[in-house]
T-cell receptor, first 112, second 117 residues
Framework: DVKVTQSSRYLVKRTGEKVFLECVQD?????MFWYRQDPGLGLRLIYFSYDVKMKEKGDIPEGYSVSREKKERFSLILESASTNQTSMYLC???????????FGQGTRLTVV | AQKVTQAQTEISVVEKEDVTLDCVYE???????LFWYKQPPSGELVFLIRRNSFDEQNEISGRYSWNFQKSTSSFNFTITASQVVDSAVYFCALSDYSSGGSYIPTFGRGTSLIVHP
């Protein structure tokens, strides 16, 4: 069974903290994505990666960075968490041939 | 400009009713892909269907059916005889080459479907 696993389901962090959200996939997929989901706004792309050490900005990269040192792992980093980054974060992976993306269960991050 | 529009924010029906979720998309590419995903209360998005721009055949899978019409740039999703388990947020997505130079899916804002017993 294919799997995308996000390290935490719920996370509470303080303003100014550095936050790491981890995502691991076991399908040998080249593409990995980080989306942010907010009520009424749907899913918005933060960053994506199409290969190890490769990354591209999505629609809302400000305040975020990413790391992909191994094919199976894609990390989202909030350099200095702020309250407006309180949101649901979804990781996904896919193969490059424009097939469907497989999603993790999401991390609900609250910044206080 | 929004590339995928799901105009219905929330739909509420009673069990056994049929319901159609609308999706209108915008692209200049001739090759593109459309998707529907379901997000139950547990949070994980589940893939339902993919359709490429060259295949306008409608598809039926059990109680689910999809109507793809290039002439109106729409890819609507119908659930027949809805059930409480269909309650979820449904997302339509478009993947075309103009999405930053790669085929990256762009999602609509989602339609929340509530099916009452």
């Amino acid at each position: 069974d294919v799997k995308v696993t996000q390290s935490s389901r719920y996370l509470v962090k303080r303003t100014g903290e550095k936050v790491f959200l981890e995502c691991v996939q076991d399908m040998d997929h080249e593409n990995m994505f980080w989306y942010r989901q907010d009520p009424g706004l749907g899913l918005r792309l933060i960053y994506f990666s199409y290969d190890v050490k490769m990354k591209e900005k999505g629609d809302i990269p400000e305040g975020y960075s990413v790391s992909r040192e191994k094919k199976e792992r894609f990390s989202l980093i909030l350099e200095s968490a702020s309250t407006n980054q309180t949101s649901m974060y979804l990781c996904a992976s896919s193969i490059p041939l424009n097939t469907e993306a497989f999603f993790g269960q999401g991390t609900r991050l609250t910044v206080v | 400009a929004q590339k995928v529009t799901q105009a219905q924010t929330e739909i509420s029906v009673v069990e056994k009713e049929d319901v159609t979720l609308d999706c209108v998309y915008e692209t200049r590419d001739t090759t593109y892909y459309l998707f529907w995903y379901k997000q139950p209360p547990s949070g994980e998005l589940v893939f339902l269907i993919r359709r490429n721009s060259f295949d306008e055949q409608n598809e039926i899978s059990g109680r689910y059916s999809w109507n793809f019409q290039k002439s109106t740039s729409s890819f609507n999703f119908t659930i027949t005889a809805s059930q409480v388990v269909d309650s979820a947020v449904y997302f339509c997505a478009l993947s075309d080459y103009s999405s930053g130079g790669s085929y990256i899916p762009t999602f609509g804002r989602g339609t929340s479907l509530i099916v009452h017993p």
